[in-house]
């Protein structure tokens, strides 16, 4: 069975700093790539980067461009997101998942919630 | 990067049948994905590429696209398939991915 575990979210003040990890279990992690989307509170879904198999290749929404660094360990099966200089607008309940046929997301984390407040 | 539109709210007799859209320039290139989201779950893949369906997705939902649009289809909607659909695709670039704003469906 699929698992992903995502942690590391807190409360944490605008212009800080945070690393999210995911954890994965139950399939070959190194054979997929994969994603964090997330989902600010009463909204919808929002796809922040991608990272391929082997880290060689990242892509990231705008909003997140330049701020959020996302990658990898495969000897760990982990999935990492490096959040800089985080803004209000970043509060969001952040997911990992993982890319499947036809570059489908079939399998997701519960979540881990990233508040910035002051 | 290119956007995914898609009707904020739907609803649907109980039985009846319900068809959620999605709009969008990228989908002439590439297929959409569909996600049912219930309130406090995480999303659940239940449609995918040309018409496909993950194992334990009942049949009732399918999938079809042409042009520009994207369409979920729910035969014979039940109770339980009352939530939030949310379409999500490559951008024209390829290399971005979108999500659409989500519809709500009731099931009346």
């Known amino acids: 069975e699929v698992q992903l575990v995502e942690s590391g979210g807190v409360v944490v003040q605008p212009g800080g700093s945070l690393r999210l990890s995911c954890a994965a279990s139950?399939?070959?992690?190194?054979?997929?790539?994969m994603h964090w989307v997330r989902q600010a509170p009463g909204k919808g879904l929002e796809w922040v980067s991608l990272?391929?198999?082997?880290?060689?290749?990242?892509y990231y929404a705008d909003s997140v461009k330049g701020r959020f660094t996302i990658s990898r360990d495969n000897s760990k099966n982990s999935l990492y997101l490096q959040m800089n200089s985080l803004r209000t607008e970043d509060t969001a309940l952040y997911y990992c998942?993982?890319?499947?046929?036809?570059?489908?997301?079939?399998?997701w984390g519960q979540g881990t919630l990233v508040t910035v407040s002051s | 990067s290119s956007e995914l539109t898609q009707d904020p709210a739907v609803s649907v007799a109980l039985g009846q049948t319900v068809r959620i859209t999605c709009q969008g320039d990228s989908l002439r290139s590439y297929y959409a994905s569909w996600y049912q989201q219930k309130p406090g779950q995480a999303p659940v893949l239940v449609i995918y590429g040309k018409n496909n369906r993950p194992s334990g997705i009942p049949d009732r939902f399918s999938g079809s696209s042409s042009g520009n649009t994207a369409s979920l289809t729910i035969t014979g909607a039940q109770a339980e398939d009352e939530a939030d659909y949310y379409c999500n695709s490559r951008d024209s670039s390829g290399n971005l991915w979108v999500f659409g704003g989500g519809t709500k469906l009731t099931v009346l």
């Open positions: 990272i391929s198999w082997d880290g060689g290749s990242t």
């Open positions: 998942a993982k890319d499947g046929v036809d570059t489908a997301m079939d399998n």
């Open positions: 139950g399939f070959t992690f190194d054979d997929y790539t």
